[in-house]
């Protein structure tokens, strides 16, 4: 059994490790770090799991851990590696944005690998060090990624994307109170959106020009999940690029293409993405749908994880979509 540690315990991302990981044949949960709840049941901050395990927030970590998932805010992880030197055969998986850039990649004399499995499973499979993607991030590179290695995606990108209100984290923000978000829909960082600098790495990963993408971010009126649509100009058929997509994602476990017009609730709950495709005069348009605390954080880790120990890549990740 791969014994886990996970760091930042009682937040959103952790609490969802610990429900797939609790799940998980090839996995025994160590420890679940916490600042602020250090011997109380995990069931303290998590009520769901209230007689499913008997575990407790812990204080201290195990260093010799075979893996760790550090789901902390922005600038908490460095530091918390700082502090806390794990054995050289930990192998580590941040959720934060602190290494994903190629810029900030290299940390502790580690390289850490953007683990985007669609985009580059073998690097994945070698990596002793994963900078797990963005949740809008991952949706909006699942959906672009065929586009922009076949080189159609010089011409400008229009994205849109909204996300649940658990994408914000479990502290509570003037824009994630019931009382404002509840019958409510704003955009926030219009254009300036901090996965974009994530999402152009990957597009430009393969070479081709990529053209000005355009993103408006939406905070929308549900919990979880994450709709984007981007469209850019495209001269060939919808049927080409049908094709290009289901060439892109033929090994893909969790990424599928349908012809049926999508929706959010048939991804929330499961670590899929959908994408969808349609083609008006010279614009393809091209919808995708997210978990955003699963295929856009915890359960990407976990098929991270799945790929670096050699486990069967959708082991302890078959869940059931909420659907209703
Ligand atoms: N929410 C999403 O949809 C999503 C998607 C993809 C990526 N991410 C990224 O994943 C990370 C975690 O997100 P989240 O939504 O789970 O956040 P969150 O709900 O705010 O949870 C973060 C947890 O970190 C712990 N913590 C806070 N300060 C700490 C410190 N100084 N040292 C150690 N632990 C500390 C706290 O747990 P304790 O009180 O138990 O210590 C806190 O509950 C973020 O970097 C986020 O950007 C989030």
Same mark, same amino acid.
């Given at each position: ?132 993607? +963005?949740?809008? #991030? !991952? %949706? ?6 065929? /586009?922009?290695?076949?080189?159609? *995606?010089? @011409? ?68 979880? +999940?994450?709709? #984007? !649509? %981007? ?6 058929? /919808?049927?080409?690029?049908?094709? *290009?997509? @289901? ?68 082991? +302890?990740?078959?869940?059931? %979509?909420?659907?209703?």
């Amino acid at each position: 059994m791969i014994k886990a540690g996970i760091i930042g315990g009682s937040g959103y991302t952790g609490g969802e490790l610990i429900r797939i990981l609790l799940n998980h044949p090839g996995v025994e949960i160590d420890f679940v770090f916490s600042t602020t709840r250090a011997g109380k049941p995990i069931s303290s901050a998590h009520p769901d799991l209230l007689g499913v395990t008997e575990l407790e927030f812990t204080g201290e970590s195990n260093l010799e851990v075979d893996v760790v998932f550090l789901c902390l805010g922005h600038g908490n992880s460095s530091k918390f590696l700082s502090e806390n030197e794990f054995s050289a055969q930990t192998k580590i998986i941040d959720l934060s944005n602190e290494f994903r850039l190629e810029n900030d990649a290299e940390f502790q004399g580690n390289k850490y690998v953007y683990g985007l499995p669609e985009l580059q499973k073998e690097a994945i499979v070698n990596a002793t060090h994963i900078a797990n993607p +963005g949740c809008f #991030a !991952t %949706a909006i590179q699942l959906a672009l990624l065929p /586009l922009a290695k076949e080189g159609a *995606l010089s @011409q400008e990108v229009h994205i849109n994307a909204t996300t649940g209100s658990t994408g914000a984290g479990v502290s509570l923000s003037p824009t994630s109170h019931f009382s404002w978000r509840n019958n409510n829909i704003s955009w926030y960082k219009p254009f300036t959106h901090q996965h974009l600098g994530e999402i152009g790495e990957s597009l430009n990963s393969f070479g081709n020009t990529i053209g000005k993408l355009r993103f408006l971010p939406n905070r929308g009126n549900f919990t979880r +999940g994450i709709l #984007a !649509t %981007a469209y850019t100009a495209y001269e060939g058929s /919808l049927e080409e690029a049908k094709s *290009l997509y @289901q060439k892109f994602y033929q090994e893909a476990l969790f990424t599928h293409v349908t012809d049926d017009p999508i929706h959010l609730k048939q991804v929330v709950n499961t670590n899929q993405c959908h994408i969808h495709l349609h083609k008006h005069e010279d614009v393809l348009l091209v919808t995708s749908a997210i978990d955003n605390l699963l295929k856009g954080a915890s359960g990407q880790a976990v098929q991270n994880m799945n790929l670096m120990f050699g486990l069967k890549e959708d082991l +302890g990740l078959q869940l059931k %979509a909420g659907v209703f």
